[in-house]
Structure formats: C-alpha cells, structure tokens
Nanobody, 121 residues
Framework: QVQVVESGGGLVQAGGSLRLACVVS????????VGWHRQAPGKQRDLVAL???????NYPDSVKGRFTISRDNAKNTVYLQMNSLKPEDTAVYYC???????????????WGQGTQVTVSS
C-alpha cells in the first residue's frame, strides 16, 4: 500500500516563507512525476509546481520566482519552498505523486490528504 503524506503547512504573515514536505511510503518501484496543487475555498484545484523523475520543474506564472519544488529521492520526499507569500496563496496544498507499481510496472496517481496554508495580510 502506497501512502502520500504532506506536512509543513501553517499560518504565516504576508512576505513570509514556508516549506512543505510530501513523503511517499510503502512498496513501489519508482516515484515518477510529483506535483503540488492547491485549492482555495470555492475554487478549483490548481497545479502550482511539478517535478519530473529527472528533476525538471515547471511552475505557473502566479508562483514563478517565489516557489521552488525539489526532491530527495533517497528520502522519497518532495519539498515545496514557498517564499514571499501572499494572502492569495492561502489554500489547502495537496501533493500528487505518480508512482510506478512494483507488481505490474504501471503508473498510478496518489493524492495526500492536504495541508492548510494560511497567509495573513
């Protein structure tokens, strides 16, 4: 059974920083692409950062230059460093990991439970 667990959310003032962590545990062959998404109340869930298995990254314009995604393959962990936070960054942040199964070598998507980030003005 594969589990994806996020941590690191909290309350921070505008201009501050937070680092989120996404830990993948269980039995699997490989972690492929991992994305951080966020969802504010009444809004759709949007991708804010993506990292491939090769380490390539991608960000939407809304967070480019402020957010940095990275991965530590030895720890099965992906981080999201968020700097210069704004009140509009307030949302629940979710990790989505594309995991290659050990049993059939197919890729499956797994979501974490989310972690709340609140930025006060």
């Amino acid at each position: 059974q594969v589990q994806v667990v996020e941590s690191g959310g909290g309350l921070v003032q505008a201009g501050g920083s937070l680092r989120l962590a996404c830990v993948v545990s269980g039995i699997f062959f490989k972690i492929n692409d991992v994305g951080w998404h966020r969802q504010a109340p009444g809004k759709q869930r949007d991708l804010v950062a993506l990292i491939t298995s090769a380490g390539s990254t991608n960000y939407p314009d809304s967070v480019k230059g402020r957010f940095t995604i990275s991965r530590d393959n030895a720890k099965n962990t992906v981080y999201l460093q968020m700097n210069s936070l704004k009140p509009e960054d307030t949302a629940v942040y979710y990790c989505n990991a594309r995991i290659r199964s050990y049993s059939d070598l197919y890729d499956y998507n797994y979501w974490g439970q989310g972690t709340q980030v609140t930025v006060s003005s």
